[in-house]
């Protein structure tokens, strides 16, 4: 626990927008290990800097982009860039991306920088939670960074909800994501649908359903209540289908609705069935991982 902590006490410090003073220094030769003290700002040619290759946000708003080209040309960079040196005179983005491209586009020859020393761990850890925390990613982006962060650091989800400041449900919902068919996860990344419209959609476990529900939602403009609603219909249609008969005792719309409710709450699809006397509740885990996510969820 005190690993984790010390952790998250290093990115604030890494990632500090306020120096402790205001004051412009010129950057000269260090060695590519070398630290630079908190609060120092260096001025950096663009030409000596290099994008951040653990980037997560893969579009940027043109527009945007172009007013932030006309703010600096105006008033200059408010905000230092974060950067860490590679070699001499050579440097590599930590945080800034927009901030960088926008000098460019402003034709500046050098833009003030905080220097810090990472490995590429430390820097992918930086870029991606400094982009979900400050850049208000697109719901597919959040997902990649998320599951970057657990394949290429090695951290568990409760792990990575400490360093995100979200509970585990939440980094499994948005895990879930990255199941869904590409046009689905295309439609979220263009901010054309809505998390809340997702977490509805995977629910459905067939791929041609959640398709069909996507569509629907896309030309019929549905509220999120409304594909919830089409989500538990179409769940029961293939069951009385592939019957071949009418159900004597169909689930009501009091179980359908708690099997969604149950679904999302535990990131995972939660089968309830009934008599009307008895039944049961289903809660499918993936792996002893997931496993002991659900039983946390259950406090057990």
Request: a neutral charge; hydrophobic letters at 35%.
């Amino acid at each position: 626990m005190s690993k984790r902590n010390a952790l998250g006490r290093g990115l604030s410090a890494l990632l500090s927008d306020t120096p402790s003073e205001d004051r412009l220094e010129v950057d000269v030769a260090q060695p590519a290990n070398s630290s630079n003290v908190n609060g120092i700002v260096n001025e950096i040619l663009l030409t000596e800097i290099e994008t951040n290759p653990f980037q997560p946000r893969q579009h940027f708003d043109e527009e945007a982009l172009n007013e932030l080209a006309e703010s600096i040309r105006v008033h200059g960079i408010i905000q230092p860039i974060t950067v860490r040196r590679l070699a001499p005179h050579q440097y590599q983005l930590i945080s800034g991306e927009r901030r960088f491209q926008a000098s460019k586009r402003a034709g500046l020859l050098a833009v003030p920088a905080y220097v810090r020393s990472a490995d590429d761990q430390q820097m992918l850890e930086m870029a991606l939670i400094e982009n979900i925390q400050r850049e208000n990613l697109n719901p597919i982006e959040i997902s990649l960074s998320y599951q970057r962060l657990i394949s290429e650091c090695n951290l568990k989800q409760e792990e990575l909800g400490e360093r995100v400041g979200k509970n585990r449900s939440t980094v499994t919902n948005y895990l879930r994501l990255l199941k869904l068919p590409p046009d689905i996860q295309i439609a979220l990344r263009d901010n054309k649908l809505s998390m809340g419209h997702a977490r509805a959609i995977i629910n459905v476990d067939n791929t041609d359903s959640q398709l069909y529900i996507f569509k629907k939602t896309l030309s019929e403009d549905l509220s999120v209540r409304k594909v919830e609603e089409l989500a538990r219909e179409v769940m029961t249609k293939p069951q009385h289908q592939e019957s071949g008969k009418t159900e004597t005792s169909p689930a009501s719309k009091e179980i359908n609705h708690l099997q969604s409710r149950l679904s999302s709450h535990f990131g995972t699809k939660v089968s309830v069935k009934s008599d009307g006397k008895k039944g049961d509740i289903r809660i499918p885990f993936l792996s002893v991982e997931d496993l002991n996510r659900i039983l946390d969820i259950l406090k057990v």
